[in-house]
């Protein structure tokens, strides 16, 4: 497995290595002012969280289940005069299952990154097309922090995916809102502040139960990469 997450990730390491070297609170704690543009950099951790909502729109069955691990990068919006680099990076563990008696997906994911932390979960709904196209919606609540900030992130998402062979290519879409609260500054601020994204990605099944995945996200006019592998029993 080791071997697959090194081949899945490296490049997004390779590009985003040297450019998000920072830790992400140091970072935040040298270049924040009273008339930094809190909104956008709000934004950006909003999209760093919400894009590990989904990597194939299929649903996990009972007693089926999803662990994984997930790396995100998150182009700096051309509005963010905070962070001093080019990419906002961190990765989640992510576990979903499905609870019968609900007929839900019960997701959580949590991550202590690069200065960064956050624990949130979140449900899914699946559903199949004349078992061909795989349709999923989510909705996830995080609580994340700094030694500089808190916020709480909500978003949904929905997927679309379908299987050719081991590869699942899959597109969604989602939206991310964060409600952000500044600490241990001279003044302190907060912003509330949503935004949409846009993701095609793959996900390939090479070695049962083991997968690997890799997406392109489009939001706020940026791109941005996230890549992972896991082990899945759907």
């Known amino acids: 497995m080791k071997k697959l997450l090194f081949t899945v990730l490296i490049p ?4 985003t290595g040297a450019q998000a ?30 894009m590990a909502d989904f990597h194939t729109g299929k649903a996990t069955t009972f007693p089926g289940f999803d662990i994984g691990g997930t790396a995100s990068a998150v182009k700096v919006g051309k509005d963010n005069d905070i962070s001093s680099e080019d990419f906002l990076f961190t990765g989640f563990v992510t576990a979903e299952t499905f609870i019968p008696v ?28 004349l078992e061909v196209v795989h349709l999923s919606l989510s909705g996830f609540y995080d609580r994340a922090k700094t030694d500089y900030y808190t916020t709480d992130h909500y978003s949904v998402s929905a997927v679309a995916s379908t299987s050719l062979l081991v590869f699942t ?40 139960p083991i997968y690997v995945f890799a997406a392109y996200t489009k939001t706020q006019g940026e791109g941005c990469i996230n890549g992972g592998v896991g082990i899945s029993f759907l």
């Open 21 to 50: 070297s920072s830790n992400i609170s140091n970072d935040f704690r040298d270049h924040y002012s009273a008339g930094a543009n809190l909104s956008a950099y709000n934004r950006d951790i909003n999209a760093l969280i919400g």
């Open 102 to 129: 609900a007929n839900i997906t019960l997701a959580l994911r949590g991550t202590d990154l690069n200065g960064f932390e956050s624990f949130g979960g979140g449900i899914k709904y699946g559903y199949n097309v």
């Open 12 to 15: 997004l390491l390779v590009v």
């Open 169 to 208: 290519p899959y597109v969604g879409l989602g939206y991310d809102y964060g409600d952000i609260s500044t600490r241990k500054f001279a003044q302190n601020r907060s912003s509330k502040d949503g935004s949409m994204r846009y993701t095609i990605g793959v996900n390939a099944t090479l070695f049962p």
